[in-house]
T-cell receptor
Framework: EAGVVQSPRYKIIEKKQPVAFWCNPI?????LYWYLQNLGQGPELLIR????????DSQLPKDRFSAERLKGVDSTLKIQPAELGDSAVYLC?????????????FGPGTRLLVL | DAKTTQPPSMDCAEGRAANLPCNHS???????VYWYRQIHSQGPQYIIH???NNETNEMASLIITEDRKSSTLILPHATLRDTAVYYC?????????????FGAGTQVVVTP
């Protein structure tokens, strides 16, 4: 069974440029998460989707970050414009559902460097 | 506020048991203890979780004290591939199951 797929794995951009990350969750997983991980720290939740509905986006900086999961399967996280402080690893995770405490399965992440 | 406290780092000899402590003195009755690990350049990986009873699976054992204020993750025979950051997380059990709140974790280095 394929795991969570993320692309690109690495991205280098100049500040003020837009950037987008793509995630394809494990087949059949209704719940999708985006996390941000700064160097030396644990991941922090940005947004959680139940199918196509964003049910927890309280930690998403909405002035520059946006996300979508149009058909309830794959998802895109966008930053526009990127700032130097956005340099981090962006992780996507999925689970069968959020009810019942199912395990979250993480992708390898996208490492972003903003110059 | 951090819900768990872990040592920042620890070393373990290959083939020996690794015992990773975690303090969660403010844990509530409806909170589970979860352990994840993150190998370098990979996403976090689920290891085990428990409420009050000790748990064991193919990866590790989880020992939770009777008062539930602390727990220990045991890797019975550490290998070099177990070198990773280990996260202890308390997670609310409700309809939405709460989010995973990662701390800084414990960097475990397994040496030959």
């Amino acid at each position: 069974e394929a795991g969570v797929v993320q692309s690109p794995r690495y991205k280098i951009i100049e500040k003020k440029q837009p950037v987008a990350f793509w995630c394809n969750p494990i087949s059949g997983h209704n719940t999708l998460y985006w996390y941000l991980q700064n160097l030396g720290q644990g991941p922090e939740l940005l947004i959680r989707y139940e199918n196509e509905e964003a049910v927890d986006d309280s930690q998403l900086p909405k002035d520059r970050f946006s996300a979508e999961r149009l058909k309830g399967v794959d998802s895109t996280l966008k930053i526009q414009p990127a700032e130097l402080g956005d340099s981090a690893v962006y992780l996507c995770a999925s689970s069968p559902s959020s009810g019942g405490g199912e395990t979250q399965y993480f992708g390898p992440g996208t490492r972003l460097l903003v110059l | 506020d951090a819900k768990t406290t872990q040592p920042p780092s620890m070393d373990c000899a290959e083939g020996r048991a690794a015992n990773l402590p975690c303090n969660h003195s403010t844990i509530s009755g409806n909170e589970y203890v979860y352990w994840y690990r993150q190998i370098h350049s990979q996403g976090p990986q689920y290891i085990i979780h428990g409420l009050k009873n000790n748990e064991t699976n193919e990866m590790a054992s989880l020992i939770i004290t009777e008062d539930r204020k602390s727990s220990t993750l045991i890797l019975p025979h550490a290998t070099l591939r177990d070198t990773a950051v280990y996260y202890c997380i308390v997670r609310v059990a409700n309809d939405s199951w709460g989010k995973l709140q990662f701390g800084a974790g414990t960097q475990v280095v397994v040496t030959p």
